[in-house]
């Protein structure tokens, strides 16, 4: 199984700011790299699909890149609307395997 | 729309059995694997189980192979989810998602609401 590992586990941070996340593979997974949002109660939704295409209808302030092993999310205008749990997920190979999770909480 | 309805969630006793339904609408149900993936309580994603396009192949994850019996109904637009031999880590809420084929790369496009499986006596 391939391990998806997140960094920082949570942050927290302001109206405004520029925000990235790191998420590492346990072993290269190219760029079958996804990225999600999710809301207290409410299912994940996808933001960026091939680790840097970004999925219909998300605001082009999100933007993810890498490949191999190391990728990241950046928000660079973090919105009041964008304090969440954010989550990678590889889908390289079954089972398809999600990183712990970044909370991401108001300053 | 794309609407996928999860239903057959509850309490269940430790050692039981229960079984989860997904009904999908708004696509081309036959056309997409179907996963579902659950949330233990406060913890993440966890991805379970998926179904290719025709019902012909199945994965599981390790902690529920055995015990948990994926399959589809294409006529009927649903997906199943047979959960037996239940232990209190079982215990989530459990997602059906559409997987997407982009003929590249592949992805989670569209999740249910979820439904809340309880396994405690």
């Known amino acids: 199984d391939i391990q998806m590992t997140q960094s920082p586990s949570s942050l927290s941070a302001s109206v405004g700011d520029r925000v990235t996340i790191a998420c590492r593979a346990g072993?290269?997974?190219?760029?079958?790299l996804n990225w999600y949002q999710q809301k207290p109660g409410k299912a994940p939704k996808l933001l960026i699909f091939?680790?840097?295409s970004l999925q219909s209808g998300v605001p082009s302030r999100f933007s993810g890149s890498g490949s191999g092993t190391y990728f990241t999310l950046t928000v660079t205008s973090l919105q009041p609307e964008d304090f969440a749990t954010y989550y990678c997920?590889?889908?390289?190979?079954?089972?398809?395997?999600f990183g712990q999770g970044t909370k991401v909480e108001i300053k | 729309e794309v609407q996928l309805v999860e239903s057959g969630g509850g309490l269940v006793q430790p050692g039981g059995s229960l079984r989860l339904s997904c009904a999908a609408s708004?696509?081309?149900?036959?056309?997409?694997?179907m996963s579902w993936v659950r949330q233990a309580p406060g913890k993440g994603l966890e991805w379970v189980a998926n179904?290719?396009?025709?019902?012909?192949?199945?994965y599981y994850v390790d902690s529920v192979r055995g015990r948990f019996a994926i399959s589809r109904d294409n006529a009927k637009n649903s997906l199943y989810l047979e959960m037996s031999s239940l232990r209190a880590e079982d215990t989530a809420v459990f997602y059906c998602?559409?997987?997407?084929?982009?003929?590249?790369?592949?992805?989670?496009?569209?999740w249910g609401q979820g439904i809340l499986v309880t396994v405690s006596s």
């Open positions: 998602a559409r997987e997407y084929d982009s003929g590249y790369h592949f992805y989670f496009d569209h």
């Open positions: 708004g696509f081309t149900f036959n056309s997409y694997w």
């Open positions: 179904i290719k396009e025709d019902g012909s192949e199945t």
């Open positions: 072993q290269s997974i190219g760029t079958y």
């Open positions: 091939g680790a840097s």
């Open positions: 997920q590889q889908s390289v190979s079954t089972p398809r395997t």
